[in-house]
């Protein structure tokens, strides 16, 4: 039994090797981890969540707008909704609103530091897009900051 398994061992090691090179995909922003985290527990908020990003999608922002306030009624305190409404304020144009919605989403944020910055670049992307290319910086910063 030893020498057949002595011979297994060498394309035992080898199969565990080629296991290890297929390494997973590497999420590069905080904007891509939040995309695949869950949004809430509640089966009806996942749902209208849901419904608002395929709405924002295709451009549908006032539907999308309805379906993450009819969620945010069900969870006031969701900190992934204000900032998913931000960035669909910020797709809108509403600059302001962006800024609001996202500051709103750091109320709530608590120790989530992946979407404490994400929150601070919208904030800087709403900033720069409105003009406020010193506020933008000064976001921006708070972002890397929180991402290191």
């Not at 204000?82 to 669909?88: K, V």
């Not at 709530?108 to 904030?123: E, F, Q």
Request: glycine share 4%; net charge positive.
């Amino acid at each position: 039994m030893k020498p057949r398994l002595a011979r297994l061992a060498p394309w035992l090691f080898v199969v565990a090797l080629a296991a290890c090179a297929i390494a997973p995909p590497t999420l590069t922003t905080p904007e891509e981890v939040l995309a695949r985290a869950p949004v809430s527990q509640n089966g009806a908020v996942v749902a209208l969540a849901d419904a608002a990003r395929a709405d924002a999608t295709a451009e549908k922002f006032t539907s999308a707008a309805a379906a993450l306030e009819r969620a945010l009624r069900i969870e006031p305190r969701n900190p992934r909704l204000w900032y998913e409404l931000g960035r669909l304020k910020l797709k809108e144009g509403d600059f302001r609103q962006a800024v609001n919605m996202a500051a709103r989403s750091n109320t709530w944020v608590g120790a989530d530091k992946t979407l404490h910055a994400a929150n601070w670049r919208l904030i800087g992307e709403a900033r720069r897009a409105d003009g406020d290319e010193a506020g933008a910086q000064a976001a921006f910063e708070k972002a890397e900051a929180l991402a290191r």
